[in-house]
C-alpha cells in the first residue's frame, strides 16, 4: 500500500478528498463481505429491500470484523497521516446499490454525529434517533477535525452510481441550500472511481452526492468515521471504547 505523502496531504487539504488504490487484500476482503452477509438480518441496524440488504448501521458495534478493520495497520496508518496518533473510530455505516434499492442522493455535507446519550450542550443541534443511537449536528469546528473512510467492497466505476464530489467545498463550512446550488453551479464534479479494495478518504463537510447505477448491482461501501478529540459537555461519541 502507498501511503500519502506530503503532496497527498497538501491535496487532501485542498481538496478535501483522496483515492488510496489497493489498501486492502481480496483474502481481507473476502472476510468482511462473508461478515457483513451473516449479519443477523433481523437487527433493527439493517435496512432491506426486497431479498437484498442496502444499508447498515453501528457497523463497529454489530459487525466485529468490521471493529478489526478500523484498527488494522493499513487502515491506521491511512487515519494517523491526517488525524495523528490519537485518531479513533466514531461510527460505521454500510451503503450498497441493488437492483431493489437503486437510489439517487442529493448534494449534502455529512453534519450528523453518533453520540451515546443525549445532553444538551450549546452548538449541538438537531437530534435525530437512526437505529435506536442518539445523532446530533455539531458545530462545524468539530467535523472540520473529523476523517471519513470509505473502504470499497467492490470496483466502484462510472456505471454502478459512484460517490462524486464537489471538491474545495468543505472548507467554507456548514452550507445552506443558496451555497450548495452555487457550488453545484460552479464546479465541475469529479466522480470518485476506484477498484475493490481501494479507499476514498474525505473530510465530513465535502460536498457530496451519487447517481443511481445504470447498471445495478453490488456498490458495497464500508464508510468509517474517525475523530481525534473528545466532545464537550458530557457529550461522548458512540464507539468511545475504541478511543
Not at 491535496?11 to 473476502?30: C, K, W, Y
Not at 462524486?164 to 469529479?190: D, F, M, Y
Request: charged share 15%; glycine share 8%; hydrophobic share 40%.
Amino acid at each position: 500500500m502507498n501511503l500519502p505523502d506530503s503532496n497527498h496531504l497538501q491535496s487532501f487539504d485542498r481538496l478535501g478528498f483522496a483515492l488510496i488504490p489497493n489498501v486492502i487484500g481480496q483474502e481481507e476482503m473476502a472476510q468482511l463481505i462473508q461478515a457483513i452477509t451473516q449479519t443477523n438480518p433481523n437487527s433493527t441496524a439493517i435496512r432491506q429491500r426486497g431479498q437484498g440488504t442496502y444499508a447498515m448501521r453501528n457497523l463497529l458495534e454489530t459487525v466485529p470484523a468490521v471493529k478489526t478493520l478500523a484498527a488494522s495497520t493499513p487502515i491506521r496508518l491511512l487515519v494517523e497521516s491526517i488525524l495523528g496518533p490519537t485518531a479513533f473510530p466514531v461510527r460505521g455505516l454500510l451503503f450498497d446499490k441493488t437492483p431493489e434499492a437503486n437510489w439517487k442522493v442529493a448534494w449534502h455535507q455529512d453534519l450528523s454525529v453518533a453520540v451515546k446519550h443525549r445532553i444538551e450542550v450549546a452548538g449541538f443541534g438537531p437530534w435525530s434517533i437512526k437505529a435506536g443511537i442518539q445523532h446530533v449536528q455539531p458545530p462545524a469546528s468539530v467535523l472540520e477535525q473529523m476523517l471519513t473512510v470509505r473502504l470499497h467492497l467492490d470496483d466502484s466505476h462510472e456505471e454502478n452510481g459512484p460517490l462524486q464530489v464537489l471538491p474545495g467545498s468543505h472548507i467554507h463550512g456548514k452550507l445552506g441550500a443558496q451555497e450548495i446550488e452555487a457550488w453545484r453551479n460552479q464546479t465541475p464534479a469529479t466522480p470518485c472511481i476506484i477498484g475493490q479494495g481501494g479507499v476514498l478518504l474525505m473530510r465530513p463537510l465535502l460536498l457530496h452526492a451519487s447517481s443511481p447505477a445504470q447498471r445495478p448491482g453490488h456498490r458495497r461501501v464500508i464508510h468509517l468515521e474517525f475523530a481525534a478529540k473528545s466532545l464537550p459537555g458530557g457529550l461522548e461519541w458512540l464507539a468511545t471504547q475504541f478511543a
